[in-house]
């Protein structure tokens, strides 16, 4: 085995380690609250011994922020991925709503954490500390996504408007405490369904045509 080869292994197994312990904390802010949780608590969570935490984490502060980061960062991964453009705009949709939730599954103590909107969570949170700013995000980085993966041929509106009521209907999906559901295919179809269809039904079946 290379030199190369094996930092590279060992640079892999601090970033799982990293991830691990994030999602651990993330448990024990939820229940203790940011300002109660020690960092005996937070290695407790993870399997480790206090003095070994300090090989990852400078502080607890910077276990919240890297948790932010985690958190943003595998949601904007879900706006990157490459759409394929063979695929109608419907199909194109519910393949980023299902990788959000599956997302939302592998980091639910984490989003559902951040959804807390309590007055004692640091102020570097950042972009998903509330239902509110989460939107205004999600609705910054969905027109992103429009401007590169949709013509504006298949769209009936403007991209900022469609980024809008999207990020709108998909949040109304959401639990009622704020967090992102799973990933379920039938919510996906019934999301794509409103943003592109509406409410009502085609003109054909309101005149009872079959």
Same mark, same amino acid.
């Given at each position: 085995?290379?030199?190369?080869?094996?930092?590279?292994?060992?640079?892999?197994?601090?970033?799982?380690?990293?991830?691990?312990?994030?999602?651990?904390?993330?448990?024990?802010?939820?229940?203790? #609250?940011?300002?109660?949780?020690?960092?005996?608590? @937070?290695?407790?969570?993870?399997?480790?011994?206090?003095?070994?935490?300090?090989?990852?984490?400078?502080?607890?502060?910077?276990?919240?922020?890297?948790?932010?980061?985690?958190?943003?960062?595998?949601?904007?991964?879900?706006?990157?991925?490459?759409?394929?453009?063979?695929?109608?705009?419907?199909?194109?949709?519910?393949?980023?709503?299902?990788?959000?939730?599956?997302?939302?599954?592998?980091?639910?103590?984490? =989003?559902?954490?951040?959804?807390?909107?309590?007055?004692?969570?640091?102020?570097?949170? #950042?972009? @998903?500390?509330?239902?509110?700013?989460?939107?205004?995000?999600?609705?910054?980085?969905?027109?992103?996504?429009?401007?590169?993966?949709?013509?504006?041929?298949?769209?009936?509106?403007?991209?900022? =408007? *469609?980024?809008?009521?999207?990020?709108?209907?998909?949040?109304?999906?959401?639990?009622?405490?704020?967090?992102?559901?799973?990933?379920?295919?039938?919510?996906?179809?019934? *999301?794509?369904?409103?943003?592109?269809? #509406?409410?009502?039904?085609?003109?054909?079946?309101?005149? #009872?045509?079959?």
């Amino acid at each position: 085995m290379s030199i190369r080869n094996g930092a590279d292994r060992r640079e892999r197994a601090k970033e799982h380690a990293r991830r691990d312990i994030l999602l651990a904390a993330a448990g024990v802010f939820a229940r203790r #609250g940011y300002a109660a949780a020690t960092l005996q608590e @937070l290695a407790d969570a993870a399997g480790f011994a206090a003095p070994s935490l300090y090989r990852y984490f400078k502080s607890k502060e910077e276990i919240f922020r890297s948790l932010v980061e985690l958190v943003v960062h595998e949601m904007d991964a879900t706006f990157e991925a490459p759409a394929d453009p063979a695929l109608p705009l419907a199909a194109r949709l519910e393949i980023l709503l299902l990788s959000q939730g599956r997302i939302a599954d592998a980091l639910r103590p984490a =989003i559902e954490l951040l959804q807390q909107a309590g007055h004692e969570l640091p102020e570097a949170v #950042g972009k @998903l500390r509330s239902p509110s700013s989460g939107l205004a995000y999600y609705e910054a980085r969905f027109l992103a996504w429009l401007r590169k993966n949709a013509a504006q041929s298949e769209l009936r509106h403007p991209a900022e =408007i *469609v980024a809008r009521a999207f990020a709108g209907i998909a949040f109304a999906f959401r639990d009622p405490d704020g967090s992102a559901r799973p990933a379920d295919p039938a919510r996906a179809r019934l *999301v794509v369904d409103l943003a592109l269809q #509406g409410l009502a039904a085609p003109a054909d079946r309101r005149r #009872g045509v079959a």
